[in-house]
């Protein structure tokens, strides 16, 4: 038997305009997913096609238990984090000798077979490595890892990556003159963002232009501006949507002091909080975590 748990996503930065091939910044969040693989000889039948795919791609059969601390379809990078940790725990489990980078890049394809074609790179990347990501075209590259105090809201509303990913493009093929300006303006707060890593009070306004910048695409939900302005009011530097938007989830830079008052907010809106802060360790190998949990038992 072996355990590895992977950790979820936010996107900080950068997000729709890294589809063409602007910067973005993602970082790897606390709450986990915790995967346990057992070689069994008759293994019970198939639920996930992450799974079952985890399993082709390896080439082996076995049994697993996931016990999951991130909520699915809320622009989290649960399926991503699955994805890895089975990876992580059958190789473990069966000895191969697939290396980190391995590991990611299976699961990039896992995610990709699965979601037809349409999966980025950034949440298999950040789930085997954790930490703080700059991502633009192919390159990924590690930035230092920064303490920031974060309150996901998550708007329980869920969304199509997918789709939204197309409603932009379609968007910018109809009005170059209009979208380009403003795929500019996320590049540049993106840009910007890493020279104020350590003033929260600017990161957190770069973070309130970058919501705005995001809705002027069109993928906002009202759910999302409620959360992020109720946030603000609450005392954070700053909100906005994270991921493809159209619902899922948003972020809230905060001052630790208030973290507490900016989650009761959310919650009171009707979304769900998380107060997280950055994983650095990415894909690791955990005690024995199936045996006695109740996780349930999906393959
Ligand atoms: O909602 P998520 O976590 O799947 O993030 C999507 C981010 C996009 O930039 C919109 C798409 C992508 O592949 O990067």
Redesign the pocket.
């Known amino acids: 038997m072996a355990t590895w748990s992977a950790p979820g996503?936010v996107?900080l930065f950068g997000?729709?305009a890294?589809?063409f091939g602007k910067p973005?910044i993602a970082m790897a969040i606390k709450p986990r997913v915790y995967v346990t693989v057992r070689k069994t000889r008759h293994p019970p039948r198939v639920r996930s096609p992450y799974l079952e795919n985890c399993f082709d791609i390896m080439g082996v059969n076995g049994s697993v238990y996931i016990h999951s601390q991130l909520p699915s379809s809320s622009?989290?990078?649960s399926s991503a984090a699955v994805t890895v940790a089975t990876l992580s725990a059958i190789n473990d489990e069966f000895d191969m000798n697939y290396t980190r980078a391995d590991i990611g890049d299976m699961a990039y394809s896992v995610e990709k077979k699965v979601q037809m074609g349409k999966?980025?790179l950034?949440?298999t990347h950040v789930s085997s490595y954790g930490g703080l990501v700059l991502i633009k075209g192919e390159t990924k590259r590690r930035l230092a890892p920064q303490s920031f105090q974060l309150v996901i809201g998550n708007t329980l509303v869920s969304?199509k990556?997918a789709k939204?990913?197309e409603m932009v493009g379609e968007f910018k093929k109809e009005e170059p003159l209009v979208v380009d300006p403003i795929l500019d303006a996320i590049e540049a707060v993106t840009i910007r963002s890493m020279y104020k890593f350590d003033d929260m009070k600017v990161l957190g306004r770069y973070m309130d232009i970058n919501h705005a910048l995001l809705e002027a695409l069109g993928v906002g939900h009202p759910m999302l501006t409620r959360l992020v302005s109720e946030a603000r009011a609450a005392g954070a530097y700053g909100a906005k949507m994270?991921?493809?938007g159209g619902g899922?989830s948003m972020i809230a830079l905060c001052p630790k002091r208030s973290k507490n008052k900016v989650a009761s907010a959310i919650e009171a809106c009707g979304g769900k909080a998380i107060i997280t802060t950055i994983d650095t360790d990415g894909a690791r190998k955990e005690r024995d975590y199936g045996r006695n949990s109740n996780s349930k038992i999906r393959r």
């Open positions: 996503k996107f997000e729709h890294v589809v973005g622009g989290l990078g999966a980025s950034t949440d969304h990556t939204l990913v994270t991921g493809a899922g």
